[in-house]
């Protein structure tokens, strides 16, 4: 398959590549690492990366603006399940669609797909891509690799880095030889007012009986902290490591959108169908959902609660 894209590929001028909104280091690695693939084997061929700028992330590069007709190009969505989530591009304003990702498939589309619910990321991908089609890659194009493989997997820890995944990166330090001891500051490095709000977090934790724990993050808190609504949502990970919690959520008020966002993830049963039920969706340890109310929140939280104590008895 990975011969067939790359044989699109060659037959576009112009080709746009599309991640998810909220863009992660995984996505946007995988973005930035594809255009620039591409431009240097091809440059006279446009390339546009489209999406929302991540402003944390600004290592990655610039996220390009386009209005131009499509009819005739080539649109290639990486790390993207969902149709709605897709950042910048419209799939049916394409002549053709290629989709690379390792979510499980919420809807189907592309002409073209690689879905491995296997691999640790989409840079993973990405990096089958490349040595598939024995490309050379730059050590600027291996570093964003790097780095969007150290972000899904938090640095190695999660259950779906595998084998492969060490012997894709093996061959990528070994034959780029970029140094990645250096670039974790890219990802790691904060303010310390997201340190304080952490702070806030660990000291306002909700845990209940059943080992579901959660934290509801108003507005007005993340103001007083002076963090935005997506800091939650980096942190929630470093919770994975608590004996007393097996599914834990942080929910954070969007008040631009008028929704809340809940961040769920569990060391114990799958969450994902429990994610779906209020519109959500993710992996199964690692979902998320946008909420309307508080009381929604609260439902949530209770229906967390029943499918952790059937895990428990089980
Ligand atoms: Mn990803």
Not at 44 to 53: E, F, L, R, S, T
Request: net charge negative.
């Amino acid at each position: 398959m990975y011969k067939k894209i790359f044989d699109e590929i060659k037959k576009y001028d112009i080709i746009v590549i599309a991640r998810h909104i909220g863009a992660d280091p995984d996505a946007l690695g995988a973005q930035f690492a594809l255009k620039s693939i591409i431009l240097s084997l091809f440059p006279d061929k446009k390339i546009y990366a489209v999406g929302n700028p991540a402003s944390r992330f600004r290592f990655f590069g610039v996220n390009d603006k386009i209005d131009i007709d499509n009819s005739h190009n080539l649109l290639i969505v990486l790390d993207t399940p969902d149709l709605k989530r897709i950042d910048g591009a419209n799939p049916s304003d394409f002549e053709k669609v290629i989709k690379i990702d390792h979510h499980p498939i919420v809807d189907d589309f592309g002409d073209l797909k690689v879905i491995d619910t296997d691999s640790c990321s989409t840079c993973q991908l990405i990096l089958e891509f490349v040595f598939d089609n024995k490309i050379k890659l730059t050590k600027e194009q291996a570093e964003k690799i790097y780095l969007g493989i150290v972000g899904d997997t938090d640095r190695f820890l999660h259950d779906y880095t595998s084998p492969k995944t060490f012997a894709l990166v093996n061959r990528l330090l070994e034959e780029t030889n970029i140094d990645f001891t250096s670039l974790y500051k890219y990802l790691y490095k904060r303010p310390l007012s997201e340190i304080r709000f952490e702070g806030y977090i660990y000291q306002n934790l909700i845990l209940n009986d059943s080992g579901v724990a959660y934290i509801k993050l108003t507005d007005k808190i993340m103001k007083e902290y002076g963090v935005d609504s997506a800091a939650a949502g980096n942190m929630i990970n470093d919770l994975k490591f608590v004996n007393e919690i097996i599914v834990w959520v942080f929910f954070s008020e969007d008040v631009k959108s008028g929704l809340i966002r809940a961040n769920i993830r569990s060391v114990g049963p799958y969450i994902n169908e429990i994610a779906a039920k209020f519109g959500g969706g993710g992996h199964i340890y690692a979902s998320g959902v946008k909420l309307k109310t508080w009381d929604d929140a609260d439902a949530l939280v209770d229906e967390l609660d029943k499918i952790v104590n059937k895990y428990k008895e089980s």
